[in-house]
Each structure stands twice: as structure tokens, then as C-alpha cells.
Nanobody
Framework: QVQLVESGGGFVQAGGSLRLSCAAS????????MGWFRQAPGKEREFVAT????????YYADSVKGRFTISKDNAKNTVYLQMNSLKLEDTAVYYC??????????????WGQGTQVTVSS
């Protein structure tokens, strides 16, 4: 079992930056593949980024590639999502997710409660 708590969301102007954090507690953090998802109003939840257990491999949705960076600090039990050059369409609730195997092959086992990111013009 792992518990996930996101933070760092807020309001930002288009072109600005935010860094989201996801603190994990429970089982050994390095045992999990971590990821970020988002859900905009009226839309389905979508994949944003994932990082491997040791943090050596990352993968991004095309919509955020080159603008967002996912990183993991196993010593701090935290995963981050650095978001740069934010666009209006990045507005969404962002969720942290964890899984023993993969966050993109099926539904992740664990989810955080979400943090709102609002990008304004």
C-alpha cells in the first residue's frame, strides 16, 4: 500500500511555470513506477508522464513533450512534475499515480487526490 499526496497546483499565466510534487508514504517508494495524469472539465483523464522505479527512464504524452519534466527523488519519497511554457489547454486537475509494474498498461493501483492547475491568458 502507498498513499499519495499532491501539492503545488495553482493559478499561472500562459507561458509560466509550476512544479507539482507528489509525496508518497507507505511501502518502499522505489518499488513503484510513478506517473502523472490530468483531467480537464468535461474530458476523460489522460496520461501526462511516467518515470521508472529508479528514475532512469521517462516517457511523456506528445502534448507535453519538451515542456514538462518528470523526476523522482527516492530518498525523499517524492515525484515531481516541472511544467514550463504552460498553455491554456494544460488547465486540469493533475493526479499522481503509482503502480508496481506500469501506470500506462492498465489502471494504476494507487492515486492521489489531485491538485488543480489553472492557466489563464
Amino acid at each position: 500500500q502507498v498513499q499519495l499526496v499532491e501539492s503545488g497546483g495553482g493559478f499561472v499565466q500562459a507561458g509560466g511555470s509550476l512544479r507539482l510534487s507528489c509525496a508518497a508514504s507507505g511501502r518502499t517508494f522505489s518499488s513503484y513506477v510513478m506517473g502523472w495524469f490530468r483531467q480537464a472539465p468535461g474530458k476523460e483523464r489522460e496520461f501526462v508522464a511516467t518515470i521508472s522505479k529508479r528514475g532512469s527512464t521517462t516517457y511523456y504524452a506528445d502534448s507535453v513533450k519538451g515542456r514538462f519534466t518528470i523526476s523522482k527523488d527516492n530518498a525523499k519519497n517524492t515525484v515531481y512534475l516541472q511544467m514550463n511554457s504552460l498553455k491554456l489547454e494544460d488547465t486540469a486537475v493533475y493526479y499522481c499515480a503509482a503502480d508496481d509494474v506500469s501506470v500506462v498498461a492498465g489502471m494504476p493501483d494507487y492515486w492521489g487526490q489531485g491538485t488543480q492547475v489553472t492557466v489563464s491568458s
